[in-house]
């Protein structure tokens, strides 16, 4: 099992940015890939950016592609999420995940507790 942390939501003008972190513990060579999720209430939790942990191949959602960046640090165990020109439907809370390589909720088996960013218009 893997240990995530997030850190670095907050509440920012529409325009605006941020970048958010996520701190991996314990079994971290079994992952091949980490990813960021975001979940408002009543809705279902989406996928935003995901990226190979060997070879930092990114993807992302179209929703964000353009605007967001992710990135990792292999040395530090930590995936990073730059976000950029926000607007207030980005407004949810993020998730750090890790596991397998793809875009669907069950392609990750590890989850962090999530971290709030807020958009105001």
């Known amino acids: 099992q893997v240990q995530l942390v997030e850190s670095g939501g907050g509440l920012v003008q529409a325009g605006g940015s941020l970048r958010l972190s996520c701190a991996a513990s314990?079994?971290?060579?079994?992952?091949?890939?980490m990813g960021w999720f975001r979940q408002v209430p009543g809705k279902e939790r989406e996928f935003v950016a995901g990226?190979?942990?060997?070879?930092?191949?990114?993807y992302y959602a179209n929703s964000v592609k353009g605007r967001f960046t992710i990135s990792r640090d292999n040395a530090k165990n930590t995936v990073f999420l730059q976000m950029n020109s926000l607007r207030p439907e980005d407004t949810a809370v993020y998730y750090c995940?890790?596991?397998?390589?793809?875009?669907?909720?069950?392609?990750?088996?590890?989850w962090g507790q999530g971290t709030q960013v807020t958009v105001s218009s």
């Open positions: 314990g079994r971290t060579f079994s992952r091949a890939a």
């Open positions: 995940a890790a596991g397998g390589i793809g875009s669907n909720l069950d392609d990750f088996d590890s």
């Open positions: 990226i190979t942990w060997r070879n930092g191949v990114p």
